[in-house]
């Protein structure tokens, strides 16, 4: 049996024919994560892909936001299949149950941590050494905190909380469970391509958390050293705080260093490898020690700023005869049957707890009809004012952000995104830097960039093209959310709005010089100056987060990020530009 799990950054990842790219991954079960689809985008050849069943969880908040799916072969077809994490999003049979003690939760608060389509379920039946068992494979892309908003800290660790909960009694009923995904956390400094740049780096409660998920934070200790008896572990005192699941990445690849999932995309670190590991496949203690053989990540895969992890166990797969009832198959959409959409939902609201809860709630009755229609699987039940405070699924995105991201991903076939890149900087900048510095030949002036007294080591430079759930690379830093804009498009524009007026273009020589006169007393953009480090031309950005700089450009190193160590990284030049004469 092999498991592969993959944040692939939206389904277009998977554009050059889906069905190739699973085969490609080789993989009995193939979990994916930010799918971007939610009900309403789904389409007939994401869902129904050939050989393999699928189940998809979709956010309820916001259109092409989150969601996961697991896609299996059909040797490898669960007998069981569920959306969610918390149990209410199940109305049908096929379900894993074991829900766990959700004591801690509020009825409310369980709702928002399944509203975002955040988890998967399947389980499948296995032979391991001539014996039947089972494994639920738990897919999940785990909450990022995002700095700007300290109420999805709490989610962040909800979500763990609650996705331990569940793991741990799916475990307890007697099915062996992996948990795997992107969790947004990486775990310890040798997970992180700069650990020191990190205020209290173990204090970070995400990574307190993996601690006791995990069994054995030291594993290379542990798997050198003498194995632990077996029956002292489950009797001593201790066991019930010692984590229950093993890293296998970890356990197979204990000292590796610079071994990452996840990259900025805006600053080029994936050429330098300066990134994060945070994408993980976690398997219950004995099913790793017993029956993982391998498991390793494949960073040579491209198209997403993820790339794909996998594990290769010793058992094989019993395939169940018949997917079961949350596989995409039987969506009505795709069932052959035109059966009006509205019927679907409301079956599956007069089975669902939820509709009984919806009175409860405050919110807009006309909201949640139209909401129910969005959603099918009803969820409409929380009002959209208390999402808009706890969930960030219901944030709208600016428009601009949106195109940025689109056209900075790489958007090839699925062979460009398996071979690997060159790692040549020039080639790899995107095309608002060759564009600057196409811009610096033609112009000969050189105005003067005023120079801030900051650096990039005080700027965090998130844009909006930068990948919306990753875990910042400067955590703890004062952010600026920037994107990079052409100075070819900058300088059009303020062309068309400032044409000279005869009366003040007196002596206007060349057509050259003139340009250059009026760049410099029309505020047009400044040519890039060169960075101190590498005399290379800076790349033109804008902050683009709202607050006092909104709008302001400054410059800095074109080269991709990379730790401070790399001299073939971006140095720390950093300028305003100054647009105040
Ligand atoms: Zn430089």
């Known amino acids: ?331 009505p959409e795709f069932a052959g049957k035109q059966q009006k959409l509205s019927r679907f939902f409301v079956k599956v609201d007069q089975k669902s707890s939820q509709s009984d809860q919806r009175d409860a709630l405050p919110g807009s009755q006309e909201e949640e009809e139209l909401r129910e229609n969005l959603n099918p699987f009803g969820a409409g039940n929380i009002s959209s004012k208390k999402r808009l405070i706890t969930s960030d699924s219901v944030v709208p995105k600016g428009k601009k952000a949106k195109t940025v991201k689109t056209s900075s991903k790489p958007q090839g076939s699925l062979l460009s995104f398996f071979k690997p890149k060159p790692t040549n900087v020039a080639h790899s900048t995107e095309a608002p830097v060759r564009q600057c510095e196409k811009t610096l030949d033609e112009v000969t002036s050189s105005q003067k960039s005023q120079k801030s007294s900051s650096t990039t080591n005080d700027v965090s430079l998130i844009s909006s093209s930068a990948p919306e759930e990753t875990e910042p690379v400067f955590d703890g830093s004062p952010q600026l959310c920037i994107s990079t804009t052409t100075e070819e498009n900058d300088r059009q524009m303020k062309a068309e709005r400032l044409t000279p007026q005869p009366t003040v273009a007196h002596s206007a020589a060349k057509k050259g010089a003139s340009l250059v006169f009026w760049k410099s007393v029309l505020h047009g953009p400044p040519p890039p100056p060169s960075c101190k480090v590498h005399g290379e031309p800076c790349v033109l950005r804008t902050v683009k987060k709202e607050g006092p700089n909104m709008g302001k450009q400054f410059f800095v190193c074109a080269r991709p990020q990379g730790h401070a160590s790399n001299p073939d990284a971006r140095c720390n030049f950093f300028a305003w530009v100054d647009k105040g004469k």
């Open 1 to 331: 049996m092999k498991v592969v799990t993959w944040n692939i950054n939206g389904i277009r990842t998977f554009r050059g024919g889906i069905k190739k790219a699973l085969d490609s991954l080789d993989a009995d079960v193939i979990c994916v994560q930010e799918t971007k689809v939610t009900r309403d985008l789904l389409n007939e050849r994401t869902a129904i892909v050939d050989g393999y069943n699928s189940y998809f969880s979709f956010s309820r908040g916001r259109s092409g936001y989150s969601g996961v799916a697991t896609y299996c072969k059909d040797s490898a077809t669960p007998f069981a299949a569920e959306e969610g994490l918390t149990g209410l999003l199940t109305n049908h049979e096929g379900a894993v149950g074991c829900y766990g003690d959700q004591a801690e939760f509020c009825s409310e608060e369980l709702q928002l941590l399944d509203n975002e389509g955040r988890a998967v379920i399947t389980q499948h039946r296995i032979m391991c050494q001539e014996k039947e068992q089972s494994v639920a494979v738990i897919n999940v892309y785990c909450p990022r905190a995002d700095p700007e908003k300290p109420e999805r800290k709490q989610f962040k660790l909800q979500f763990y909380k609650l996705l331990q909960c569940r793991a741990e009694a799916v475990l307890k009923d007697g099915s062996h469970v992996i948990v795997l995904g992107d969790v947004n956390t990486s775990h310890r400094p040798i997970d992180h391509c700069d650990p020191s740049d990190i205020d209290d780096f173990d204090g970070n409660p995400g990574r307190k958390w993996l601690n006791g998920f995990l069994h054995g934070v030291r594993q290379e200790v542990e798997r050198h050293e003498e194995e632990p008896d077996e029956e002292s572990e489950v009797t001593s005192s201790d066991s019930s705080r010692r984590g229950k699941f093993v890293d296998t990445f970890r356990y197979f690849h204990p000292t590796r260093t610079n071994a990452f999932t996840c990259w900025s995309t805006l600053t080029g670190a994936r050429q330098t490898n300066y990134g994060t590991r945070i994408d993980y496949i976690f398997a219950d203690c004995q099913l790793a020690k017993e029956q993982f053989v391998a498991a390793d990540i494949m960073p040579e895969v491209e198209g997403s700023d993820h790339c794909p992890v996998w594990g290769q166990l010793r058992c094989s797969l019993l395939p169940s005869s018949k997917p079961p009832p949350l596989c995409t198959r039987y969506l």
